[in-house]
């Protein structure tokens, strides 16, 4: 099959920006999307055009604003075509504070971007893959939607949605030859993990049966198996250390 083009969500640093250059990597064309690191995506756009010669744009939406998603998918085939092969909804976040002092902006904020933002994704670049009768949908969840852990509730609450969605459309676009995966972190030391201290990190660590923490190239190796598999989906893949055994 000839080579289309992949988007990632919320990829101007971290784990999105390791994804969008696994996939430039791997010889696609990649939409990298962004909030508000505009100077950031683009120099990822540059950085990755020139590596690997593929074609690169950035465009800005909140994934939790569906009229901007949609503005985006119609960039997307404007500028690349329709032949979407991969989107990776990776855009979220969240706050740790316990519930009821968690404004009530802030708990609908992280269900907005992390479980609507990907519901969106689905919703808006999925009849292109439907329409070419292939695509790999991988889904950055959590190992927080697999566990528990304290005053993290609405964060749980959302990444165990999206893998919850990600099974139902598992099943609903097999007929399609769509794959639906979810990535399921842990802790991965990006920029905003090391910012946190070298105490913390070593002591997330120690919590993990390897005594290790997970890298970004950790992350872009499970995406790498999962646009290649034709056999895996509905699942989630927990990349974290051993911290949560699924």
Not at 178 to 201: D, R, S
Not at 207 to 232: C, F, R, W
Request: proline fraction near 2%.
């Amino acid at each position: 099959m000839e080579k289309g083009y992949a988007i990632v969500t919320g990829a101007s640093r971290g784990i999105g920006k390791a994804c969008a250059e696994q996939l430039a990597k791997e010889g696609y064309d990649v939409l990298i999307n962004y909030s508000a690191s505009k100077e950031r995506a683009q120099e990822n756009a540059k950085n990755f055009s020139e590596k690997y010669g593929v074609k690169t744009a950035i465009f800005q939406a909140n994934v939790s604003d569906y009229k901007k998603m949609e503005e985006m998918r119609d960039f997307a085939v404007e500028t690349f075509g329709e032949n979407l092969q991969v989107l990776v909804n990776n855009a979220g976040g969240g706050h740790m504070a316990p519930f009821l002092d968690l404004p009530f902006e802030i708990m609908e904020e992280t269900i907005d971007v992390n479980l609507k933002g990907t519901m969106y994704g689905f919703r808006l670049f999925g009849p292109l893959m439907i329409k070419n009768n292939y695509g790999r949908i991988i889904s950055i969840a959590s190992s927080s939607g697999l566990r528990s852990t304290p005053n993290n509730s609405s964060y749980q609450a959302a990444k165990a949605g999206v893998i919850g969605f990600n099974r139902g459309m598992a099943i609903d676009w097999g007929k399609h030859n769509i794959t639906c995966n979810c990535i399921c972190p842990g802790f991965v030391l990006t920029e905003a993990g090391e910012a946190l201290g070298e105490e913390f990190i070593q002591q997330i660590a120690n919590n993990s049966p390897l005594k290790t923490i997970g890298h970004v190239e950790d992350i872009q190796k499970a995406l790498s198996y999962l646009i290649h598999s034709n056999v895996m989906t509905g699942q989630s893949i927990a990349v974290n250390c051993g911290t949560c055994m699924w």
